[in-house]
């Protein structure tokens, strides 16, 4: 199946096509993707591209101070910054387990900017879809 990479508004226009019943946020390494599929394509609008940083290079991005992500201890795992549609991180912990879960929750973030920044697609009846 071919992957079709589209902006927002031939997005909108797919969705009017073929309906919204296989629309799902998906990720493909750091880059998350609004996606529909028909028979013959998947087609695919960026919504944002995740970005890891050393902390130097994530302070000096940021204009001001990054949001802190923490683990159930209340101790930092990870900085975060946004801007458009990058997602910039830098993890903090010291032992494989926390750097496990600390990307986790980078990903988990992500994966919330990316729902936010989804397209508002309408929902179509079946009537509406085969007349479109």
Known sequence: METKKVNKTEFVEV???IGTVTYQIVSNGNFWFEQLTDGDAVYQHKLLTLQKMTVNALLEKAHNEPS???????????????????????LIPITRSEKTYA??????????????????????SNENKQAA
Not at 71 to 84: K, P, R, T
């Open 15 to 17: 969705a009017k096509a």
């Open 68 to 90: 802190r992500l923490k683990d159930s201890l209340g101790n930092v795992c990870a900085f975060i910054y946004e801007s458009n549609s990058f997602v910039y991180y830098c």
């Open 103 to 124: 990307d986790r929750q980078v990903r988990s973030y992500a994966r919330c900017v990316a729902s936010k920044r989804a397209t508002q697609l309408p929902h179509l």
